[in-house]
């Protein structure tokens, strides 16, 4: 750590007014997106490098990434700049967002960062501003940040450092999930466009389970981190705040999927990101929402093109938002050579990277330029990612979303896996309000508790 990076005051100090600053970044991340196929060839270019070493570095790269993702990563992106920087080899490691906050955690507690840089999802980096674990990239963030990274992206930065008095994360990619079915399944029981809205997706589970005599309906019901993504959308979309739990919209959107829940596909108790071969292979015929990525996938499984159907979803009750995910770089405090590390990271930002992520990946791309010179066949999702974009909603990036996680699992299982009584379902929701609000008071103190109670955190709707 340099001397001036030791002077700077702990992003955690003040925590009640920076956390209120924070939700001001998420509010202006509007992405342009344009997901296009046909690139068959990437120009090798070196970008340029900050101060170097002739020094042989082993950089450990931490990601979060679906199996197909993470494959792409390791034999395509990687080797890459490993050809480009043979001096430096990376060593990937493949592991799940909260679990990334842990690792840096101890890294840095153990005095053993090494070379390190993370992508880490953009609502749990917040972990790690408020316990000081990041380094400050004010000084060298310019250097690493694309000079035609989409404006409102850019514009993070700014907020960033008002809210923390310097810049310690800086995008990487967007992602929001899309609904997908099987058109041809929905065509064969009489059902020849997606459902539009909850009202319509009601009718048409039953439909579809009538005719297919089972449920036909999936959902990421596994737990996780995928469950609780999903339902902060449905409750979103319900009117609800997520974050209270118990709120009226919160109580309507777990009553209508309480009864949804009766078309689910039995084996929705293990769906999760990533879980969609089902619909390749028949099991179901509609998929509740899942990563642009899969689109290839589906492919790659033998699902022929025309039976492919993705769309934004139905609208909910009130309103038609979207969640909005995806990742952010960041390089922990402490780290040594830092001259790979930044590097790296501004090799996963450059022109000819994203656009092997728009490619590959179906990634939506913070850097502008990756969008020129690639073939104008538009793929398959770009519709439905235009679409889902243009009501984007964020989760509050507070230091405490992996305990709100934990408890919105408890009551979606108390409710639909369990299946609960459907009286209960407000009493549930409300027991889980206050066990955040314990936890709070314990965690985070008396002040954070109140506000979180008077309803100060919330969907961040832009």
């Not at 991340?29 to 990437?42: E, K, N, R, S, W």
């Not at 596909?265 to 619909?279: E, F, I, K, R």
Request: glycine residues 8%; without cysteine; hydrophobic residues 40%.
């Amino acid at each position: 750590m340099n001397s001036t990076e030791s002077s700077q005051p702990t992003p955690g100090q003040n925590y009640n007014r920076r956390l209120r600053r924070l939700t001001t970044i998420f509010a202006v991340i509007v992405v342009a997106v344009a997901i296009v196929a046909g690139f068959t060839g990437y120009e090798i270019r070196a970008v340029s490098t900050p101060t170097s070493s002739a020094t042989s570095v082993s950089l450990t790269y931490f990601d979060d990434l679906a199996p197909s993702e993470s494959s792409f990563m390791s034999s395509s992106v990687i080797p890459l700049f490993e050809h480009q920087y043979p001096n430096v080899t990376v060593v990937y490691s493949d592991i799940s967002a909260t679990a990334m906050v842990n690792e840096v955690e101890a890294l840095e507690q153990g005095h053993d960062v090494g070379t390190t840089v993370i992508a880490e999802d953009n609502m749990v980096i917040g972990e790690l501003v408020y316990g000081g674990y990041l380094m400050n990239m004010s000084s060298f963030a310019s250097s690493i940040e694309p000079s035609t990274m989409i404006p409102s992206m850019a514009g993070i930065a700014q907020y960033e450092v008002k809210a923390f008095g310097g810049t310690y994360f800086i995008p990487l990619r967007a992602n929001v999930p899309l609904v997908w079915y099987n058109a041809t399944a929905l065509t064969a029981a009489g059902l020849h466009h997606p459902p539009a809205n909850t009202a319509q997706l009601m009718s048409d589970a039953q439909t579809l389970d009538s005719f297919y005599h089972g449920g036909q309906v999936m959902f990421q019901g596994h737990g996780g981190a995928s469950t609780p993504t999903e339902l902060f959308q449905w409750l979103t979309q319900f009117g609800g705040n997520p974050i209270a739990f118990n709120d009226t919209g919160d109580i309507q959107a777990f009553q209508y999927l309480y009864n949804l829940s009766a078309y689910f596909n039995p084996s929705y108790t293990s769906g999760y990101w990533g879980s969609y071969t089902g619909l390749a292979n028949g099991a179901y015929s509609i998929l509740d929402y899942q990563w642009p990525y899969i689109y290839s996938n589906l492919v790659g499984l033998g699902m022929p093109n025309s039976a492919i159907g993705v769309y934004a979803g139905p609208n909910g009750t009130v309103n038609s938002d979207h969640i909005i995910g995806g990742d952010v770089l960041a390089i922990p405090k402490g780290v040594t050579n830092l001259w790979a590390a930044q590097t790296f990271s501004q090799f996963l930002l450059s022109t000819p990277v994203q656009q092997m992520f728009i490619e590959n990946l179906s990634w939506p791309a913070v850097n502008q330029a990756a969008y020129t010179g690639l073939n104008a066949s538009l793929s398959k999702t770009y519709g439905a990612i235009e679409s889902a974009l243009s009501n984007p909603v964020f989760r509050p990036p507070v230091p405490w979303i992996t305990e709100w996680n934990t408890l919105m699992d408890n009551a979606w299982s108390t409710i639909i896996v369990n299946h609960g009584s459907y009286a209960s379902i407000a009493s549930v929701l409300s027991n889980e309000h206050q066990q955040l609000y314990n936890y709070l008071v314990a965690n985070f103190g008396q002040t954070t508790a109140t506000e979180y109670n008077e309803g100060m955190f919330g969907p961040l709707i832009v």
